[in-house]
């Protein structure tokens, strides 16, 4: 097996591609190593004391540096347990105590959207998942829905874009105005 890596634009994360699918639906970020307890991976990742995230996609895995960190000591390490993990085909979550394993975390927070704009959500929604999504997914993140309320979308940056120093620029500047071309009732993008 073979364990391909590549930058993101955020220099703190590598993305790294084990070859084969991570998360068959949806994604999960861990930014903490309570997080990681669901997952023996993002566990075993923390565990190395040098990362401060651990994000899974669909066909890869980003994950931070701490500050200070240099990638070179730091890569061989997140490859060598990932090699482990993938090779010993391991479980990705842990399962509960009824036997069922851990659900990755819901993509959709609540901000009590309201349902007259329910045509309007739609869009935005259609638009992030086959416009934004795939182009964030490229760079080692993701970009999920949070809400919308008078004319203000909300989108929580993941993974590599968390923490991103262009994770501003990219809402403000890309997304923003996607949105506001083909959702004129969108006036403005904020980080949730």
Known sequence: ??????TT????????????????????????????????????????????????????????????????????QVVSILLDHFVSEAPLFRQSGNGIAVPPESEDADLG????????????????E????????????DIVYRGFREGVVYLSMQGACSGCPSSSATLK?????????YVPEVSEVRAA
């Open 130 to 141: 086959t416009r934004v999504r795939p182009a964030v997914a490229n760079d080692g993140g």
């Open 1 to 6: 097996m073979f364990i391909e890596t590549e």
């Open 113 to 128: 959207d309201d349902p007259a704009d329910a045509d309007i959500i739609a869009q935005i929604k259609d638009l992030i």
């Open 173 to 181: 500047h890309g997304i923003e105005s996607l949105l506001k071309h």
């Open 9 to 76: 634009p955020n220099p703190a994360t590598l993305k790294f591609l084990p070859g084969r699918e991570v998360m068959a639906d949806g994604t999960r970020e861990f930014t903490s190593p309570e997080d990681a307890a669901a997952s023996p991976l993002a566990e075993a990742l923390f565990d190395l004391g040098d990362v401060t995230g651990v994000f899974f996609g669909h066909g890869f895995i980003s994950v931070t540096a701490a500050p200070g960190v240099e990638w070179p000591g730091l890569k061989p």
